[in-house]
């Protein structure tokens, strides 16, 4: 399992500084959300981290390992791998040869890649629903088939966008239980989420930015109740045990 490093990443398009020296380090065994307004440069930093984009400034390292003349592929077979937060999945294919998509960079063997598919389709309960097409699955599923297809790479670094959204609460509380097992068995995981009671259950530690900069980092209670948060994105009301 290993450490994933950024430190000072900067981006602007044209004249707007997207995001703006941003450094956290994201260990095993560890789950770090980023959150913050519409806007605030959380998706960028997943781009960054990835590959999808370059920095301006900046180093994104994985464990010794600096990735910046990494492609995006390079970076997931190294072990860093995404979900999107607009999930798209083949959709004229059944959900298992989806994962097998996933399962196909580890292997080049068919049989090994659809028997890792269908492991972790057991591991997040979609057993039943692996003949189906994944176009006729509703939102719930098509976000744990994302998340399966990323978990068929085996990453030791798990960037999760969005994955609560749409999900009814149950469904919510599933995934929240399914991450923290993620994270027990040692993977680094970093979320980017708007639920704000799924991001206070979920996380060790939280990130947040404003216009690109990051304006607090700490734990879920003293993120919920840090002044410059809850004028900035949490709202006076919010309340640390519940979120809203
Ligand atoms: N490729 C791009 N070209 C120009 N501007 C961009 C590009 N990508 C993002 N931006 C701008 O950078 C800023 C940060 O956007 P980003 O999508 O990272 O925010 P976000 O925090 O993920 O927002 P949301 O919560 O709405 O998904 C926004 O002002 C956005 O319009």
């Known amino acids: 399992m290993a450490t994933l490093t950024t430190d000072g990443l900067t981006k602007s398009f044209g004249g707007l500084r997207a995001v703006q020296d941003v450094s956290f380090v994201a260990r095993p065994g560890r789950i770090l959300s980023i959150i913050g307004p519409n806007g605030a440069g959380k998706t960028t930093v997943f781009n960054l981290l990835t590959g999808f984009i370059a920095p301006d400034t900046g180093s994104v390292r994985l464990g ?4 910046a003349k990494l492609s995006p592929e390079d970076r997931c077979r190294a072990g860093l791998a995404r979900t999107f937060q607009v999930v798209q999945p083949f959709r004229g294919l059944s959900v298992l040869d989806n994962v097998v998509m996933g399962a196909m960079l580890r292997t080049s063997s ?10 972790v389709l057991d591991e997040l309960g979609m057993s039943r629903l692996k ?50 097992g993620l994270r027990d ?10 639920h704000m009671s799924a991001v206070m259950r979920l996380s060790d530690e939280v990130l947040v930015l404003q216009n690109g900069q990051p304006i607090a980092h700490g734990s879920p209670q003293e993120i919920g109740r ?17 979120g809203h």
Request: no cysteine.
């Open 185 to 194: 068995r040692g993977l680094a995981v970093v979320v980017i989420e708007h």
């Open 226 to 242: 840090d002044p410059k948060v809850l004028s900035a994105y949490l709202g006076p009301n919010f309340q640390v045990d519940g």
């Open 131 to 180: 003949d189906m097409r994944a176009g006729s699955l509703p939102i719930g599923d098509r976000k744990r088939l994302e998340m399966a297809k990323v978990l068929a790479t085996r990453p030791s670094v798990l960037l999760l966008d969005e994955v609560m959204g749409g999900l009814i609460p149950i469904e919510v509380q599933r995934m929240i239980s399914f991450i923290h």
């Open 110 to 119: 068919i049989a090994e890649a659809r028997e890792a598919a269908a492991s």
């Open 64 to 67: 010794d390992m600096n990735l």
